[in-house]
Structures are given as structure tokens and as C-alpha cells.
């Protein structure tokens, strides 16, 4: 029996490592396309940020490359074993098809407990450190912020507009300096700017924690106290040749602080957070639906494990094509309940918290019974 677990245990493991790699290899670079193209194309950004990106990324796409990849192997080796009727010529040596399927739920085990520790501590630290990433950036190098023909909001109260950019020099610059409803107070337009920077080649000092934009042959307008949305209303200010321009990077810091989300929390902030009390249902009904989401998402690999033998014994199919449309199916049916539920998040009265953990009981129920169909045949 040692050798029969050592051959299922190691293929299954095999398979599942090879298509994690592969799935997270996909998902990791999607990610680096559709969040920093832009930067890539019309920004300077530095390699290592783009590497630290690539990082933090990582654990997130983790997640989903485990318990899908553990899948994918599990659908392709037994439908393989059954396709070549290896797994008849172990029954009728006496071994059922739990015994048969026991390595596969040790490493459903194992590989659910590396998805806990990845959603319960990797994740939310990387989720963090991704989050203040533009911070760090702005800090070591601002100038990579801004690109041609683009629109900067990272900054708390300004939107600045750059029409074009050759390495530190900005051209047709438009400052808009907005109140808490997003509405124009002041604009201030240059023709030219430049981002200053000190001999260390940053341009913002550790004690001032600000970016020095020095405009040249700028205007400014205010906008007017009674239509202060109607920009053909603006008041026309001073003119000058040359200004400074300050933009705080203190208030950018303390503006991500306020914008971290429940995903970037540790399991022992979130509780923390629980035992306070005092909190809104909506945010009670939220923080709780997290922590459930994180332990009911562990289970994946093991409600897999008992869907993905069975069907890939029916299946009875050699090719690869089939074991990974069986996979996509079971996958995309698991990841649509967690999702649905996780949009009721900040609806206490639609138990949320609850709804997280509908996949793994459907689908180990159903694993369950697709065991007791096929231990009778």
C-alpha cells in the first residue's frame, strides 16, 4: 500500500505543482498588465518596484492558484488512472476507492493548511504593503508619478493633469485643488514645471515629507464662492514666472492609513477589532464575513478533493483538455458562491458570514455522496 500512495500521492503532487506554477505564472502577470501598463508605458517606473509589485501580488493569486491547481491534478490523475483501467485492477485486488483516494486527502489536508496561513497572515501583510506601495515611490521618487496626457490623484485634495513629460520636465501643467466633494476651488496652470530634487536623488526630505513642484509662467483662478462648479466662472488670480509648488506627502501617508480595507487586516486585527464593540451592524456584519471568508476560502483544496476524484473517475478521459474544463467549471461554480456572499458583506440581515461557508458544504456533500455512489459499483 506504501508504494501504491507513493505513486498516486507523488503524480497528484507533481500535477498540482506544475499547474499552480502555471496558473499563478497567468494570474501574476494579468495583474502586472492591468494595474501598472500605464506605469510601465508612460511612467519612469524603477525595477524594483516593479518586482516588489510582483511580490505582494503573489500571495493573492495563491489563493486561488492552489486550491484550482490541486484541483486540475486531482481531475487529470484519476481520470488518467481510469482511462487506463488501473484503478479497475486495484479494486479487484480488494482496495476501495477511499483507500485509493487516502494520499490525495493528506495533501487536500496539507495544502489546506497552507492556504489558511497564506489567507490568514501572507495575504493581508501583502495586501498592506502593495497599499502604501505609491507612498514609498512617491518618497524615493516622485517623478514617477507623473506621466504624459495623465491625470494624478494619489495626492488628498489636489488633481494634477500633465500633458507631457521628458525626464523631470512637465509641460501644460493643471492643478486642481478640490474640497471634500471632489469640487474645484482653485486651478492653477503652468506652462512648464519640474519635479526638484536633492543630491541623493530624492525629492522630498525625511523631516518636510513633501514634493517641491516648481512652475514656471503660471496662473492661477479661484473659483467662485456661489457656482463653484461652473468653470466658465472662475475668477482670474496673479500671474508669475516661476513659483513652488508644495505637496505634502504627510497627507498622503495618513490618506492610505484611512483608506486600508478589512483585506489588509492580520486575523488578530480584525478580532481585535470585533472586541472593541461599539461598531456600526454594517461594519460588525463586514469584519465578520472577512474572518469567516478567510477560514471557509482555506477549505477549498479539501471540498475539491472530494469532488475532483469522483468526477475524474466518471470522467474517464486521457486528454488534458477535459481535465481542465472539468476544473474550470468546479472552480468558477466555488469562487461564484464566495464572491455572492462576499458582496453581502455590509448586509448583517442576509448572513453573510454565514453564506461564505455554502460552497464547502455543497461540495463536500456532494463529494461525499459521489464516494458512497461509486464505493457501491
Known amino acids: ?21 502555471v496558473l499563478s505564472l497567468v494570474l501574476v502577470l494579468g495583474n ?6 500605464d506605469l510601465l508605458v508612460n511612467h519612469d517606473v524603477p525595477l524594483d518596484f516593479i ?5 505582494y501580488v503573489l500571495p493573492f493569486s495563491l489563493s486561488f492558484t492552489i486550491p484550482w491547481g490541486f484541483l486540475t491534478a486531482v481531475l487529470l490523475v484519476f ?27 493528506g495533501l487536500a489536508v496539507l495544502f489546506s493548511l497552507i492556504c489558511l496561513y497564506i489567507n490568514v497572515e501572507v495575504a493581508p501583510r501583502a495586501h498592506e504593503k502593495m497599499r502604501i506601495a505609491i507612498y514609498e515611490m512617491a518618497t524615493s521618487n516622485p ?10 490623484e494619489e495626492f488628498p485634495g489636489r488633481k494634477i493633469y500633465v500633458g507631457s513629460k521628458n525626464g523631470q520636465d512637465l509641460n501644460n501643467i493643471f492643478v486642481y485643488e478640490v474640497d471634500e466633494r471632489n469640487t474645484p476651488r482653485r486651478v492653477i496652470f503652468a506652462h512648464r514645471g519640474r519635479i526638484e530634487a536633492d543630491s541623493g536623488g530624492k525629492t522630498a526630505s525625511s523631516e518636510n515629507m513633501e514634493i517641491r513642484m516648481r512652475l514656471f509662467d503660471a496662473r492661477f483662478e479661484q473659483a467662485d464662492e456661489e457656482t463653484p462648479r461652473l468653470m466658465s466662472q472662475l475668477r482670474h488670480g496673479i500671474t508669475m514666472q516661476e513659483g513652488v509648488l508644495s505637496i505634502s506627502l504627510k497627507e498622503l501617508h495618513e490618506k492610505n ?8 487586516m492580520t486575523l488578530e486585527e480584525l478580532n481585535a477589532r470585533l472586541d472593541r464593540g461599539g461598531n456600526k451592524a454594517e461594519v460588525e456584519s463586514a469584519t465578520r464575513t472577512e474572518v469567516n471568508k478567510r477560514f ?7 471540498a475539491f478533493a472530494l469532488i475532483a476524484v469522483p ?3 466518471t470522467a474517464q478521459r486521457r486528454e488534458t483538455s477535459i481535465g481542465f474544463a472539468f476544473s474550470l467549471a468546479i472552480a468558477f461554480v466555488y469562487f461564484l458562491f464566495i464572491i455572492v456572499a462576499d458582496t453581502f458583506r455590509d448586509k448583517p440581515g442576509m448572513y453573510p458570514d454565514l453564506l461564505v461557508w455554502t460552497p464547502n458544504i455543497l461540495f463536500i456533500g456532494l463529494g461525499l455522496f459521489l464516494f458512497w455512489r461509486l464505493s457501491r459499483r
Do not use: H, W
Not at 5 to 18: E, K, N
Not at 143 to 152: E, M, N, T, W
Not at 257 to 264: E, I
Open 143 to 152: 517623478i514617477a508619478l507623473f506621466g504624459s496626457d495623465q491625470v494624478i
Open 79 to 105: 481520470g488518467k488512472l481510469s482511462a487506463e483501467n488501473e484503478l479497475t485492477a486495484m479494486r479487484a485486488l480488494g482496495i476501495g476507492i477511499p483507500r485509493i483516494a487516502l494520499p490525495v486527502i
Open 257 to 264: 492609513q484611512k483608506r486600508r480595507g478589512l483585506s489588509s
Open 51 to 55: 518586482l516588489s509589485f510582483i511580490a
Open 311 to 313: 468526477f475524474g473517475i
Open 32 to 37: 502586472v498588465f492591468k494595474r501598472l501598463l
Open 296 to 302: 471557509s476560502f482555506s477549505l477549498a483544496c479539501f
Open 1 to 21: 500500500m506504501r508504494i501504491l500512495d507513493r505513486y498516486i500521492g507523488s503524480a497528484v503532487l507533481v500535477t498540482s505543482m506544475f499547474a499552480i506554477g
